[in-house]
């Protein structure tokens, strides 16, 4: 399977499904924040972001299966994907306990939350209701890994798109400031578990795996909890770096600047939603080429896919860059144009970051996975330093400012010089295929703004038809280029490695 094929045929409807789950949430926001008010909106933050944690008690089993049966596939041993399969129910099984466990501290603690904004009584049920469908769902977490060691990608966004649309129908048509909070609780909280349920029945039907107990075997069930556990440091990382600029922001500013800042992490919270869609398939592609022992194609599919996420990622912060302010202010309106300012950098500080999602796919696919969790973790301890040093005098500009920074040291420069050393090739590639980036397709696009920026005016359509241009124009150079087979040795290397 050729890395362009493999692109085309898994990130479409991915990328549809991510489409459709944006535009329902450009719709609902509005209403939500109308319904609620700015501080009680940013309570609601807080909470979804706290029970978001939950994940991290999975301890990275469901990537744990993904790779280790994606790697049975590859031998075609059915019986060890069932044995990986044992493993994973079982250890999920000990995450559901222990999330449960967690729910009742939450519950217990709810007085923490400031109860000028909402009762405390309140806040136990919304994240008793939130915190038991996440702690339910960890029963059939393995399933969806499963799914995800077939790369049946396709199938996956199916059915995230049909969550998102069934939930935000749901609250669009619900909710009220009476019960903003339940309501969103409930509704979220069902959605992920109505999808978990889904992929249970599907792999039941499709007889992809099956639990059998007596294959439960001790070694591999350490073996892979030491693999998730690096994947859950990554995670904890990576949860400094979204989510700990909330906290802070609430600890020193109070829960109304929440409110504004969150509004300017929810467009990166799309950005890396589209990335991911795109981008994220690469583990299990990664694994089975490791198994194979393809050296030289995974290093083509490394480059290939650097090549595409660079692309994407650039184009896609300069239209919010671009574009960003009279959106916002036509979205929310004028009381919520500071998360503009916050935007700039966060939305700088995305590129570079999202930009190395193939990478992590590579140290994630063969095993590096440690290499990769303490960069992350490291990452997420700067941020939260530089965040705690800069919010006072700068506000949310600062905390935002302290993404990008973080993201430069360690997305552009300690992440890509580990890689790229372990991969066998030479940083000078790396740094080849930024400079030839730069040239061939951000120069032209900050080109075309400035060319195009005031031609038409600043409604919703004006502004959908400047970043469709933007896109023209950013793909347009890529066709010509490969047309003419690529007049850079390293992109005719890359691509024709690639194809």
């Known amino acids: 399977m050729s890395t362009l094929g493999y692109f085309a045929r898994n990130s479409v409807i991915r990328i549809l499904s991510f489409a459709v789950g944006v535009a329902f949430a450009l719709l609902v926001t509005p209403t939500v924040v109308g319904a609620m008010g700015k501080a009680q909106y940013g309570v609601w933050v807080l909470v979804s972001s706290i029970v978001c944690y939950f994940l991290l008690l999975e301890g990275g089993v469901m990537q744990a299966v993904s790779k280790y049966a994606a790697a049975a596939h590859g031998r075609n041993d059915q019986q060890e994907v069932d044995r990986v399969f044992t493993v994973g129910v079982a250890l999920h099984g000990l995450s559901c306990c222990v999330s449960l466990l967690v729910t009742a501290a939450l519950v217990y603690g709810a007085d923490f939350f400031d109860a000028r904004h909402v009762s405390p009584g309140r806040l136990r049920l919304c994240l008793l209701i939130y915190s038991s469908c996440l702690a339910a769902m960890f029963l059939f977490r393995s399933h969806m890994g499963i799914i995800m060691a077939e790369m049946r990608w396709t199938l996956i966004a199916v059915l995230a798109m049909l969550r998102s649309t069934i939930t935000s129908l749901v609250v669009l048509f619900s909710i009220n400031e009476s019960n903003g909070l339940v309501l969103l609780s409930a509704v979220n909280g069902g959605g992920f578990l109505l999808e978990s349920l889904l992929c249970v029945l599907i792999v039941k039907r499709c007889g992809s795996a099956r639990f059998r107990p007596r294959l439960f075997n001790r070694a591999l069930a350490w073996e892979m909890l030491g693999y998730g556990w690096a994947f859950t440091v990554t995670q904890i990382g990576e949860s400094m770096r979204y989510r700990s600029q909330n906290y802070i922001i609430a600890w020193f500013m109070g829960v109304r600047e929440v409110a504004v800042?969150?509004?300017?992490?929810?467009?990166?919270?799309?950005?890396?939603?589209?990335?991911?869609?795109?981008?994220?398939?690469?583990?299990?592609?990664?694994?089975?080429?490791?198994?194979?022992?393809?050296?030289?194609g995974t290093r083509a599919t490394l480059l290939f896919s650097l090549r595409l996420s660079y692309m994407a990622s650039s184009l896609i912060a300069a239209c919010l860059i671009f574009y960003g302010r009279p959106f916002i202010l036509l979205w929310l309106g004028e009381g919520f144009?500071?998360?503009?300012?916050?935007?700039?950098?966060?939305?700088?500080?995305?590129?570079?970051?999202?930009?190395?999602?193939?990478?992590?796919?590579?140290?994630?696919?063969?095993?590096?996975?440690?290499?990769?969790?303490?960069?992350?973790?490291?990452?997420?301890?700067?941020?939260?330093?530089?965040?705690?040093?800069?919010?006072?005098?700068?506000?949310?500009?600062?905390?935002?400012?302290?993404?990008?920074?973080?993201?430069?040291?360690?997305?552009a420069g300690i992440?890509?010089?580990?890689?790229?050393?372990?991969?066998?090739?030479?940083?000078?590639?790396?740094?080849?295929?930024?400079?030839e980036l730069g040239v061939t397709h951000v120069l032209p696009q900050v080109l075309c703004f400035l060319l195009i920026h005031d031609a038409l005016g600043q409604g919703y359509w004006q502004l959908l038809l400047y970043c469709c241009v933007q896109a023209g124009v950013?793909?347009?150079?890529?066709?010509?280029?490969?047309?003419?087979?690529?007049?850079?040795?390293?992109?005719?290397?890359?691509?024709?490695?690639?194809?």
């Open 261 to 296: 800042f969150s509004i300017a992490m929810q467009f990166v919270g799309y950005f890396l939603s589209l990335m991911q869609s795109a981008f994220g398939i690469m583990v299990p592609y990664f694994s089975r080429l490791q198994a194979d022992g393809d050296g030289e």
């Open 337 to 411: 144009s500071p998360s503009y300012d916050a935007l700039v950098p966060l939305s700088l500080g995305a590129a570079l970051s999202l930009g190395m999602l193939p990478a992590d796919g590579y140290l994630l696919g063969t095993a590096t996975h440690r290499t990769l969790a303490r960069c992350a973790m490291a990452e997420g301890v700067l941020i939260v330093l530089l965040s705690l040093l800069l919010v006072t005098p700068y506000g949310i500009v600062g905390v935002a400012w302290a993404y990008l920074l973080a993201s430069a040291l360690f997305r």
């Open 415 to 435: 992440v890509p010089w580990l890689v790229f050393t372990h991969a066998g090739m030479s940083l000078l590639v790396y740094l080849r295929l930024l400079a």
């Open 474 to 499: 950013a793909v347009g150079m890529q066709a010509a280029l490969l047309r003419w087979g690529g007049k850079s040795p390293l992109f005719a290397t890359v691509q024709g490695r690639a194809a």
